[in-house]
């Protein structure tokens, strides 16, 4: 079943910082993070991993709640380039990838 | 490296007909996956591929067939086109285990 994003939508001033969660029905195993901006494919942009070790972004970190069914992405000091939707992707079963239901950004100046 | 390549980037189609959707990729990459991408909605997985002869189906599979006979390529068909089945596609590959998806620009598909 697709993981849960929330929010459905954000709107931020430039430098202001964000949270999207994306939850599921079940332990999440690890989480990839993208970025897809308008008219574009999606970007692959940090892992969250199983014990809590990610990969990726300088100024983006992710975490899992404690019964690792959520995680959270924190966009800290947002910039206008932040903006678009964001996806956590994560695989149900073995080899089956899927995607939650997108939060759309927008970074204002 | 080109990454993963598909093509077309823009079909129109009548109802009924049939077309495949190509999708490429050049990193050895063993998983690969197709997306339906419907406006204001997330991606839905159609159906994916973890090795050349193996492919299973995704969560909304029915009007499409897929095919994996090498490591690099990874048709999508279009059986009987309807108007349901306009969206974005899109393919995506990766290694596999901790690592990401890579994704081609998109196929934009209109059944009128």
């Known amino acids: 079943q697709q993981p849960v994003q929330s929010p459905q939508a954000v709107i931020l001033r430039e430098g202001e910082d964000a949270v999207i969660n994306c939850s599921s029905s079940k332990a999440l195993y690890s989480v990839h993070w993208y970025r897809q901006k308008h008219g574009e494919a999606p970007v692959f942009l940090m892992i969250l991993l199983k014990g809590g070790e990610q990969k990726g972004h300088e100024k983006i970190s992710a975490s899992f709640n404690e019964k690792k069914q959520q995680s959270s992405l924190y966009l800290t000091a947002s910039q206008l380039s932040y903006s678009g939707t964001y996806f956590c992707g994560t695989y149900s079963g073995t080899y089956k990838y899927i995607f939650g239901t997108g939060t759309r950004l927008k970074v204002l100046a | 490296n080109a990454g993963v390549t598909q093509t077309p980037k823009f079909q129109v189609l009548k109802t009924g007909q049939s077309m495949t959707l190509q999708c490429a990729q050049d990193?050895?990459?063993?998983?690969m996956s197709w997306y339906r991408q419907d406006p204001g909605m997330g991606l839905r997985l159609i159906h994916y591929s973890v090795g050349a002869g193996i492919t299973d189906q995704g969560e909304v599979p029915n009007g499409y067939n897929v095919s994996r006979s090498t490591t690099e390529d990874f048709p999508l068909r279009l059986l009987s086109a309807a108007p349901s089945q306009t969206s974005v596609y899109f393919c995506?590959?990766?290694?596999?285990?901790?690592?990401?998806?890579?994704f081609g620009s998109g196929t934009r598909l209109t059944v009128v």
């Open positions: 995506a590959s990766s290694p596999g285990g901790d690592y990401g998806y890579t």
């Open positions: 990193m050895n990459h063993e998983y």
